[in-house]
Nanobody
Framework: QVQLVESGGGLVQAGGSLRLSCAGS????????MAWFRRQAPGKERDFVAAINWNGDTTDYADSVKGRFTISRDRARNTLYLQMDNVKPEDTAAYYC?????????????????WGQGTQVTVPS
């Protein structure tokens, strides 16, 4: 059984920075691709934010965060990160960590097998 636990969310002013973490436990997720998604309003679908392949040498970003967010992973610690810089009010959302058994980074929700419970990020306007 895989468990993913996000942390690091909170209130941050526009232009500021925040780092999210996602710790994996149980069956190792270090051999599969991982990603961050976000839900910007209750009832909305989760949107792709960033993904990273199994060994960290390939990353992919949504256009809305490219150049501001950085995804990385520490396979030895089974931990995924999202460094968020120059945040904007539109980045306000619940952020979810996801992992898949496949090794290739993917943008589609249905490709991911395991999900965390989410961590809230709020950027006041």
């Amino acid at each position: 059984q895989v468990q993913l636990v996000e942390s690091g969310g909170g209130l941050v002013q526009a232009g500021g920075s925040l780092r999210l973490s996602c710790a994996g436990s149980g069956r190792s997720t270090s051999d599969g691709a991982m990603a961050w998604f976000r839900r910007q309003a209750p009832g909305k679908e989760r949107d792709f934010v960033a993904a990273i392949n199994w060994n960290g040498d390939t990353t992919d970003y949504a256009d809305s965060v490219k150049g501001r967010f950085t995804i990385s992973r520490d396979r030895a610690r089974n931990t995924l990160y999202l460094q968020m810089d120059n945040v904007k009010p539109e980045d306000t959302a619940a952020y979810y960590c996801a992992a898949r058994d496949g090794v290739v980074a993917a943008r589609r929700i249905e490709f991911y097998d395991y999900w965390g419970q989410g961590t809230q990020v709020t950027v006041p306007s």
